[in-house]
Every structure is written in C-alpha cells, then in structure tokens.
C-alpha cells in the first residue's frame, strides 16, 4: 500500500488549505482514512476520519474549520482546512485502515503563519 499525501504549503492565519491522500497498489477498500499531525515538540495526534459507509470524526481543536470529505477516485479523501491558526502548523500524516492493518503515508507540511 502506498498512500500519496499532497497540498501542504505556507498560509497566514485565517487562510484556507486542501490537503489530499490518495492511496495505490491496494486491494479493495479501506474501512476509514484520515488525518494524524505532529507538531514539533509534541505528539502525533487525531485531526480527523473519514469512516467510508459511516461518518466522519474530528478533533475538537479542528471542528467547524476543517471538513474530511470522499474523492471521486477510490480510496482518495480530501481534507478542507478553513480559518487556519498558527497552532494548526504541523506535519499532517494521511493514515488509511482496512480490518486491523493501518498503513501510514509521508508527511506534509503546513505552516500558518501569524
């Protein structure tokens, strides 16, 4: 499995970012895919999940501003970042789960400048 994140980049506060994780040389479908980001200094935490044939789930840092959606192409989501903070500056890790295995994707950056 291959996970290709793109879309990361430098924005000033308040901007709006869309990042992009499209995964390969996988069978069928994953169960859910989404966003992990790391910040320096901290630790790698939830930012949101698609759950394909379910719902989505967020962190309450990114509620309200951020939007995981379904791609056209399979096994491809999107994730809509709106009124960017400073804080939001991380390294956003795309990780896909199929049954028990999870694969991770590279990372990419975001920076939101002050």
């Known amino acids: 499995v291959q996970l290709q994140a793109s879309g990361g980049g430098l924005v000033q506060t308040g901007g709006s970012l869309r990042l992009s994780c499209r995964a390969s040389?996988?069978?069928?479908?994953?169960?859910?895919m989404g966003w992990y980001r790391q910040a320096p200094g901290r630790l790698r935490e939830h930012v949101a999940t698609y759950i394909f044939g379910g719902n989505q789930l967020y962190a309450d840092s990114v509620k309200d501003r951020f939007t995981i959606s379904r791609a056209s192409a399979e096994n491809t989501v999107n994730l809509q970042m709106t009124s960017l903070k400073p804080e939001d500056t991380a390294v956003y890790y795309c990780?896909?789960?199929?049954?028990?295995?999870?694969?991770w994707g590279q990372g990419t950056l975001v920076t939101v400048s002050s």
């Open positions: 040389r996988v069978t069928g479908r994953f169960d859910r």
């Open positions: 990780r896909a789960q199929k049954g028990e295995v999870v694969s």
